[in-house]
């Protein structure tokens, strides 16, 4: 397929900027890919949709604030570095900004208690580097770093636990699963208390999502691994669901990666961690979910792709026309939709 296939007119007001006062109150677009009706409704309604013995998967990973701003000590030029995996206990596979000029070898001071060593180059036009601090990682983190914030975003929201799921609790994602900031513990409560199992899982959001498809044939694309775990009380909820005929509601793109991953390495939901660099796109059969919270993604962008596979590519650009139509709000702090 074509990248041009995954194209739609975005006017630049639509991105939102910031997110909505109330977590739940954003805007949902319900698409049933069984029937060509759209309904509009609010995020809170979600439960409506959601049925006694269905399953939803969260994804419960945490943003950290991965953006270090840093100096070159040979030079005391200013550069950026965005931390993206982790490969030991001090050595990160790293982006860095300006790239050209961070070369193997050099030394990058952030802080008193923070500097690193340029180890050399990915694959990815990244870098390895090694990080030599003193006390706590993530205290340092705390104190040095900043919220990795998508570049649409013009600034840091006022309150930075918005760009957080109220559910993280394991740091580790650079950027946050998006479709899981609709939910409030009122309404994850609403959700358990009509039969509804809500069980979580592990995706560390890293470059994989976001990295530009810069091929016109999609399929010569290559995903960057992300590392995930699926505990052994959620796959076991999820194959009990699917024994009685429940469905398996992912929310968000990452979630549904971690869970066809799984599905296609092992031909079940297993307790299992590793990583994943799956690339979903139209033609994909899928294997574990049956339902899909998401917001809208960028054109062209692999998220879009994955949406478009499981609810059919026409489809889904139609319900991006509509969405622009009707003003809705785009990307990370934008109005979301349940595919069902």
């Known amino acids: 397929m074509k990248l041009s296939q995954f194209d739609y007119y975005l006017p630049e007001d639509l991105i939102a900027q910031e997110p909505v006062p109330h977590r739940d109150q954003s805007r949902l677009m319900v698409v049933k890919r069984d029937i060509s009706e759209i309904e509009h409704r609010h995020f809170q309604d979600i439960v409506d949709y959601l049925k006694p013995g269905d399953t939803l998967v969260i994804n419960e990973s945490k ?16 550069i950026e570095v965005l931390l993206l995996s982790p490969l030991d206990s001090n050595r990160w596979e790293v982006l860095v900004r300006p790239g050209r000029k961070a070369r193997t070898g050099e030394r990058i001071i952030f802080h008193r208690d923070l500097s690193a060593l340029i180890l050399g180059h990915t694959p990815a036009g990244g870098r390895i580097v090694e990080f030599d601090f003193s006390g706590s990682w993530q205290d340092i983190l705390e104190r040095v770093g900043s919220m990795p914030l998508p570049p649409y975003i013009k600034k840091q929201p006022e309150d930075p636990s918005r ?31 009509k039969g509804v199992s809500v069980v979580p899982l592990l995706l560390h959001v890293g470059l994989g999502t976001f990295r530009p498809v810069q091929v016109e044939n999609i399929e010569e694309h ?4 992300e590392y995930y775990e699926i505990p052994e009380r959620t796959a076991a909820a999820i194959e009990a669901a699917k024994q009685r005929g429940g469905r398996i509601i992912a929310v968000g793109t990452t979630t549904t ?8 390495t092992y031909g079940c939901i297993k307790p299992c961690s590793g990583w994943t660099d799956i690339f979903i796109y139209p033609g994909y059969t899928f294997k574990a979910i049956d339902g ?49």
Do not use: W
């Not at 559910?167 to 609403?190: C, I, M, R, W």
């Not at 290559?222 to 691994?225: Q, R």
């Not at 139609?318 to 709000?329: F, I, L, N, P, T």
């Open 163 to 193: 760009y957080q799921t109220v559910y993280a609790s394991k740091p580790g994602s650079v950027a946050a699963p998006t479709a899981g900031l609709h939910f409030t513990g009122e309404l994850l409560k609403a959700i358990r208390e």
């Open 222 to 225: 290559h995903m960057h691994a």
């Open 257 to 264: 990666r971690c869970l066809e991953s799984a599905a296609g």
């Open 63 to 78: 943003v950290i604030p991965a953006r270090l701003q840093g100096k070159r000590e040979a030079t005391g030029a200013s």
């Open 292 to 340: 899909l919270v998401t917001n809208f993604h960028l054109p062209r962008s692999t998220l879009i792709m994955m949406v478009a596979a499981f609810a059919g590519r026409e489809k889904i650009l139609e319900a991006y026309r509509m969405a622009v139509e009707m003003r809705y709000r785009f990307f990370s702090f934008g109005d979301a939709m349940l595919i069902i």
